[in-house]
């Protein structure tokens, strides 16, 4: 499998889990589970029958949204508020 690595306009490396994701319950009219979203990135999201899920899925999502952006020749945001790593 070929991973493809994705570039900021500065240099560093695009890491999805770098940005922050709303996640926001879904009524049973729409399907129940949750959708997530980065802000950062318009129109990237996800969506899961856990929250868990929904984020695994946008920041999935998020390199296609890379890819496409990329194709069109736009630069790729950095993140607004990086998530930091938690210490172990």
């Known amino acids: 499998?070929?991973?493809t690595t994705y570039r900021h306009a500065d240099g560093s490396v695009f890491r999805p889990e770098a940005y922050s994701v709303t996640v926001t319950p879904l009524c049973d009219a729409d399907g129940g589970g949750f959708?997530?979203?980065i802000c950062d990135l318009p129109g990237c999201m996800g969506?899961?029958?856990?929250?868990?899920?929904?984020?695994a899925d946008v920041r999935s999502a998020a390199f296609a949204w890379a890819e496409g952006a990329l194709?069109?020749?736009?630069?790729?945001?950095?993140?607004?508020?990086?998530?930091?790593e938690a210490a172990e």
């Open 1 to 3: 499998m070929t991973t």
């Open 35 to 37: 959708l997530a979203t």
């Open 47 to 55: 969506d899961g029958e856990t929250e868990m899920e929904a984020i």
């Open 71 to 84: 194709a069109d020749g736009e630069e790729l945001p950095l993140p607004t508020n990086p998530v930091q």
